[in-house]
């Protein structure tokens, strides 16, 4: 998505069992951090319009809400 430096890809550890989601969090300068969520396996092209984000504050993580 981003070739930016403060872009983070990581896949590591991904769990076999979970969606077949990826994710990208882009760190913004004068703006609120973005996490953009996207089906693992899409083409380039399907990728320009199956995506969605969400801005930092906006999310929760997981295990608070368990």
Same mark, same amino acid.
């Given at each position: 998505? /981003?070739?930016?430096? !403060?872009?983070? #890809? ?5 769990? $076999?069992? /979970?969606?077949?989601? !990826?994710?990208? #969090? ?5 703006? $609120? ?34």
């Amino acid at each position: 998505m /981003s070739s930016d430096p !403060d872009v983070d #890809t990581r896949r590591d550890g991904a769990d $076999p069992q /979970s969606p077949p989601i !990826d994710h990208v #969090t882009v760190e913004n300068d004068d703006a $609120p951090n973005e996490c953009a969520l996207f089906p693992r396996e899409a083409s380039e092209e399907e990728l320009l319009t199956t995506w969605i984000t969400a801005h930092e504050g906006s999310y929760v993580d997981l295990e608070s809400m368990r």
